[in-house]
Structure formats: C-alpha cells, structure tokens
C-alpha cells in the first residue's frame, strides 16, 4: 500500500534508542492509519518511497501525538469564588468540608443536559487538541448518581466521536461522598458496586475505574471494596493516592495492580517501592500541585531511582487543577517538580500511554504502533518543556 512519508527530526521516545529516541533527519513512513517505518531519512527503503507522498518538513521535530491521562473535563461550572476563598487563607480541604469544593460542581453538574456539558468541555478540549494531544482520558465523578455518572460518561465518548482524539473513559463514582449518602459513605459505594458500575459497563461506557482515597473522600477499605468490583468486571484500576496526605494511597493501588497511582504528593517511600514491582505509574499532576498551594512535591527523586514510570498530565477540573494546557503541564513538572525534560515528555507520551493500558498501541513512533503524532517548530524537544505553554504544532496527525 503507497502510504505517506514525512522527513523531519523525529523524537521517537522510544527506550534504548539515546536521549529522546532521537532520530535526527530521520523518516516516519505511516499507511493505512498505523506506522510502517521509523529510521534514517537516508536508509529509507527504496521500496517504501516508491509512489508515497513525501513530506519534508525541514528541521521540524515530530513526536509521538501528546496524551493527557488524568482529565475531568467534563463538568459544570466553574469555581473562581472557591480559588479566590483559597488565596484569601481556606484550604481546599476547609473549602470541600464547608460544600463548596467537589459537592458544588456535583451540583451543577447535575443540572446540565448532555448537550451543555458537551459544549463547555469541547471549549476545553479545543485547547488541548490545538497543543497535538491525541489521546484523552476523561473521569466521570460529577454526577455520583447512577443516570449523572453515566451522562458525563457518554458525553465523553461523544467528544471522541465528534473530534477524531482517542477518549479513555474512567469511572470515578467514588470521588466524593453525594449529599444522598452524608454519613453513609458505605452504603454509597455498595450503590457504586451493585448499580452504577455494572451500568456503566452494559453500556460501554467505562475503559478503568478509580477512586479518591483521602481522609476528604474514601477510606483505604472503601477504595479496595470498589477496586474489587472493577477486578471482578476485567477492568484495571487507577487511585488519586496520597494528594493531601500519606494515606497509604501508593502501596493500595499498587496491591490492585494499578495502572497508575495518580497525585503522590505524600507517597511514603514503601508506597514507592511497592509501584516498582507492580509495574504502576505515577502520574505528576503540577497543575493541581500549584493550584492548592500544597508545599511537598512529589518524590520524583524516589521514583526515578526506583525505575517507576512517571506521567505527566493535567487533571483538568474547575477545582484544583483549571488548566487545559498538557505543554504547561509539561513546564511545570520540570520546574516545581525537577522532572528532567526528557522525562516530562516521556510523561506525556510513552508513560502516559503505560498510565491508560494503551502501551503497544500510542505513545511513540514505532513501527506498528498508531500513526499519531505532531510537528513542531521548534529546535530541541526540550523547547516543549522550556517554553511555558503556548507551542502550537504544525502538522498534527490523529487516529
Ligand atoms: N483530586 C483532584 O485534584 C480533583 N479530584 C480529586 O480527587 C479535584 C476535583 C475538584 O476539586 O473538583
Ligand atoms: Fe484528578
């Protein structure tokens, strides 16, 4: 099949293959949605030119298309009273505990038709696609009723279907306590299990599920009972762990075989240990990290050392986290949380990928592996960290 050739520096991200997976002048050969060869530009086979059409791109670089693997891009409303509250002296823990907090987009989330909430997260996700974001994971975790939770999920696959990205749904009934359930935490997440999962799942609408463990939200023993159903459905779990305190939130999502075990902030170093040997990534959110003011960063150190794969996105929520930004989400994990650039970038490709169960399919340029992926301007792939947001890609290639 004569498929189509691009000429360019590639940053493959692939391992083993130096800083970047860099292949300067290299060649990237896609036919029939997947690509067919990466290498150098001169050892192209003769073969492969024949009949495809070649584009040159100079001294652009291309990289795997960008994945944002922690998003709750759908909702209603936003919370600009709240931050403001926050900068005035509350924390996000005295906000959530006084009903402002998650309960208040729970609220409004409730409110909105599928339509509307359709239209304010495709203004988000404008943005994120103009940045070559190719893959999105979108949490439910609003609506925390059985016909709210599947609402937002099938404005999610519809955000996919109607923009050409990947959407990765998650279900995340168990991200607060609804108003229904005060006091009741267990009887909600007996509703999560009995009800909404087995829901969600006869509609197809659920790719992972993950839960809010924290002292504000769900205990460790409510989180496991949650992370059981899923196991028992075939689904892989993910765990908002250890954010605003250590609660053991690492080593939970680790025995569960997590695919990823998101925030960290407070992640002790058994946790650590504990997410080396079940393969669990950990996804730096620095964006959620500024926005509350919270003062420890991750253990990038501690993961590094330990070989756990590190992601990056932006947990794009209107509470802790109002970015749409992944290439400032990029900036920051190096800046606040001394993420090399190289690593930052693997943590919105190839490890992102790993986060969502999509290794093997996205999240680099290797042969057999989807034809996503983006040009940009600039003259090192660390530009993409270097630069606070605002890099625009020339070409962007999408499933
Ligand atoms: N951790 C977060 O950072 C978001 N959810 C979570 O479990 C915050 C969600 C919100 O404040 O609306
Ligand atoms: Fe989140």
Not at 63 to 72: F, K, Q
Request: aromatic fraction near 6%; charge should be negative; hydrophobic fraction near 50%.
């Amino acid at each position: 099949m004569a498929g189509t050739i691009f000429l360019a520096n590639l940053a493959t991200m692939q391992p083993g293959l130096g800083a970047y997976g860099a292949i300067p002048r290299g060649a990237l050969a896609i036919a029939g949605g997947r690509i067919t060869w990466v290498g150098q530009a001169a050892a192209l086979p003769p073969a492969l030119r024949a009949g495809a059409a070649i584009h040159d791109l100079g001294e652009a670089w291309i990289t795997p298309g960008l994945i944002d693997c922690h998003t709750h891009l759908v909702f209603a409303g936003e919370r600009s009273a709240e931050y403001e509250a926050r900068l005035g002296g509350i924390s996000y823990e005295e906000a959530a505990r006084a009903g402002r907090g998650i309960l208040s987009t729970v609220s409004a989330t409730r409110a909105a038709d599928e339509a509307a909430l359709l239209a304010s997260a495709e203004s988000r996700l404008a943005r994120l696609l103009a940045e070559g974001v190719t893959t999105v994971e979108i949490k439910s975790g609003y609506g925390l009723t059985l016909p709210d939770e599947l609402k937002m999920l099938r404005v999610a696959r519809a955000l996919g279907k109607r923009h050409g990205v990947r959407v990765r749904t998650t279900l995340l009934a168990a991200h607060a306590v609804p108003p229904e359930f005060a006091g009741r935490a267990d009887a909600y997440v007996d509703h999560i299990t009995a009800d909404i999962l087995p829901a969600a799942l006869a509609e197809g609408l659920v790719d992972a599920v993950d839960a809010f463990a924290e002292a504000i939200a769900f205990s460790p023993s409510q989180t496991a009972r949650v992370f059981a159903a899923a196991a028992a459905a075939g689904l892989r779990v993910k765990l908002h762990a250890d954010q605003l305190s250590d609660g053991g939130g690492a080593a939970l999502a680790a025995s569960h075989r997590a695919l990823s075990a998101d925030h960290l902030e407070y992640a002790s170093a058994a946790g650590i240990t504990a997410m080396a040997r079940a393969g669990t990534v950990a996804v730096m959110l620095p964006g959620a990290f500024a926005t509350v003011g919270a003062d420890q960063p991750p253990p990038v150190a501690g993961f590094r050392a330990a070989g756990v794969a590190m992601a990056v996105a932006t947990d794009c929520n209107p509470g802790s986290s109002p970015m749409c930004s992944l290439l400032l989400a990029v900036n920051l994990a190096c800046s606040l949380f001394r993420m090399t650039p190289e690593e930052a970038l693997a943590g919105v490709t190839r490890n992102a990928a790993k986060a969502l169960g999509l290794d093997g399919e996205t999240g680099m340029l290797a042969p057999g592996l989807a034809a996503e992926f983006a040009a940009w301007p600039v003259g090192h792939p660390r530009e993409l960290a270097y630069w606070m947001g605002g890099v625009s890609p020339l070409i962007i290639n999408r499933k």
